[in-house]
């Protein structure tokens, strides 16, 4: 009965004193102990915490305290800081780092009574798409462990698809939420860059880095956005703009809604991939959202400006680690971060910094206006998030670009800061998730849910699950 | 397409990578080909465009200049293998004259 538990849902039992949160937590702990031998999701599983924080939101809830979150069992992705918890962003450059202080999300988080149950794997430094490039080993997908959870939040994917946590938060520089959420069939909402705080979270693409949630409903995700989303004085990257409530739109008709499709985000995918997307397109036009055919800017254009741009963010970011302060040497960096910092730091040596990074941002400039005049078009732009389901185990091995491919349908809109929203829209003839991505205007989340919202309502292939 | 040509021994010492010799020519060939890969950006006309390093639109974001409750010394200091006397302990990066 405790299956598959929303928010709503485990706060019910809860507040009725069905279930007390430490009940609740040690469901979801047993689960972890009996699973994460087969998928791995956790680096960290925070098991001795969780019981404390569950026993305190006890406490508060017979106090009658009201909070968001009080006493629900979430993870958390090992680049998030946490105070007292080892935060390794799956790199042994940083194994044995205990943070001093909580990531703004993790504070956020604690504050409306979160239960941690423990750190999920990515791929180190947040560097792929495919959790394999983890220093400490490959996560699994639930659905089929033969294959890859998809990355870089592959770790908080898997946790949520195989039902170890309620919730999950990861962060997206380019793909990192909405591809593994694709592959493991689950819905993942990367914000608009600068609306949910980067401070504390182990920088990747300053430019790009969005931390966001990871649910098995589009509702969960608004709920949360309602929590992470707002300005923070510790990141003056975040926007002064309001905080929506972003469940109130959820339930809007959709009818006079105007829906991009390109073709070119259709070119290369999967027969069940492209076929699945637009059966779901369809079931959006039936409830009366006008289809646009629109022409956007070639997305292998998006992947050369993002290599340049994420490699050169990259060298710079992880120049700090040099094991004096905190962490281990700079020997400890695992293959796919050297590609990176060596790549980034080429990009920008004296010489060459005109050539590719001033090149990629001035691409930059023109896939920004593409975007912005599509959106005088249509209200959304839907496609498909990644051009495959899951691929198998060791598919990244010796592909420096890997992760371009895989997160091909994901790297414009990203590198616009635009968010997006992936919604599991179907299962292949291997019995692999299929998602669809819903992109929107700058600060759009509460339209993108609304649209992601209505296409759950009307389907059922967010109540599918592995047999795990 | 241009021949792209890399040293990767300047490019990892730049970037404070220690590299086994073995490791190089792989790194080497993989870079080439991802720089390969980018010379794609050329075949985009960006003449009358000007670069994009933030979407934030944001300017000059500044606060109030005033202290607020930080990490102790302690703190600061837990996670550092080497310290002395409240201070973190590192080999000297200048030489005596």
Redesign the interface.
């Known amino acids: 009965m405790l299956n598959n538990l929303t928010i709503a849902q485990a706060k019910k039992l809860l507040d009725q004193k069905k279930l007390s949160s430490s009940e609740l937590t040690k469901f979801y702990l047993d689960r972890i102990k009996k699973l994460e031998p087969k998928i791995s999701a956790f680096v960290t599983i925070t098991d001795k915490e969780a019981l404390k924080q569950a026993e305190k939101a006890d406490k508060l809830i017979s106090q009658g305290a009201k909070k968001l979150l009080l006493g629900i069992p979430i993870s958390i992705k090992d680049n998030f800081n946490t105070k007292g918890v080892q935060t390794t962003a799956s790199s042994k450059v940083l194994e044995g780092y205990i943070p001093p202080y909580d990531a703004t999300v993790v504070n956020l988080l604690k504050e409306e009574g979160a239960v941690i149950v423990g750190k999920t794997n990515m791929d180190a430094w947040a560097h792929g798409s495919s959790t394999e490039t983890s220093d400490f080993g490959s996560t699994k997908n639930p659905w089929n462990i033969k294959r890859l959870p998809g990355g870089s939040s592959g770790g908080s994917t898997a946790s949520v698809a195989a039902d170890e946590v309620v919730i999950s938060i990861g962060s997206e520089t380019a793909g990192s939420i909405r591809q593994p959420a694709a592959w493991c069939g689950v819905v993942g909402l990367k914000p608009t860059y600068g609306r949910v705080s980067r401070y504390g979270v182990i920088a990747m693409g300053s430019s790009l880095d969005s931390p966001g949630p990871i649910t098995k409903t589009v509702e969960e995700s608004a709920f949360v956005l309602n929590i992470l989303a707002g300005q923070d004085k510790f990141d003056a990257t975040t926007s002064p703009k309001n905080v929506e409530d972003y469940t109130k739109n959820l339930n809007q008709k959709i009818s006079d809604l105007k829906i991009g499709i390109s073709k070119r985000y259709f070119d290369q995918c999967e027969k069940d991939v492209k076929d699945s997307v637009m059966q779901a397109i369809k079931v959006l036009e039936k409830l009366g959202a006008k289809i646009i055919e629109i022409d956007l800017f070639d997305p292998q254009y998006a992947i050369a400006v993002y290599t340049i741009i994420q490699r050169a963010e990259v060298s710079s970011n992880l120049a700090r680690y040099d094991g004096i302060r905190y962490g281990n040497g700079r020997d400890k960096f695992g293959e796919e971060a050297k590609r990176r910092i060596m790549l980034g730091t080429y990009a920008l040596s004296a010489g060459y910094y005109d050539q590719y990074y001033n090149k990629a941002q001035k691409v930059r400039t023109l896939i920004i206006n593409d975007f912005k005049k599509a959106f005088s078009q249509v209200d959304v732009i839907i496609g498909p998030t990644s051009p495959s389901t899951a691929l198998p185990l060791g598919a990244s091995k010796g592909h420096p670009m890997f992760g371009e491919m895989a997160d091909v349908l994901v790297e414009p809109s990203s590198i616009a800061g635009l968010p997006g929203i992936n919604v599991p829209c179907g299962l292949s003839s291997e019995n692999l998730p299929i998602g669809m991505q819903i992109i929107g205007p700058q600060f759009s989340e509460s339209l993108i849910l609304n649209v992601a919202n209505q296409f759950e309502k009307n389907t059922d292939f967010h109540k599918a699950s592995p047999n795990i | 397409m241009s021949k792209v040509t890399?040293d990767?021994d300047h490019?990892?010492r730049?970037?404070?990578?220690?590299?086994q010799s073995n490791?190089k020519s792989t790194?080497s060939k993989?870079?080439e080909?991802?720089?390969i890969?980018?010379e794609?950006?050329?075949e985009?006309e960006?003449k009358n465009?000007?670069?994009?390093?933030?979407?934030?639109n944001?300017e000059n974001?500044t606060?109030e200049d005033v202290a607020s409750p930080s990490?102790t010394q302690e703190?600061?200091l837990?996670?550092?293998?080497?310290t002395y006397n409240g201070f973190?302990l590192?080999n000297a990066i200048l030489e005596e004259q």
């Open positions: 890399l990767i490019v990892a730049l970037a404070n990578i220690p590299l490791e790194f993989q870079l080909e991802t720089l890969y980018v794609k950006l050329e985009v960006t465009t000007e670069p994009t390093s933030q979407v934030t944001l974001v606060r990490l703190e600061a837990q996670n550092s293998k080497s973190i590192t």
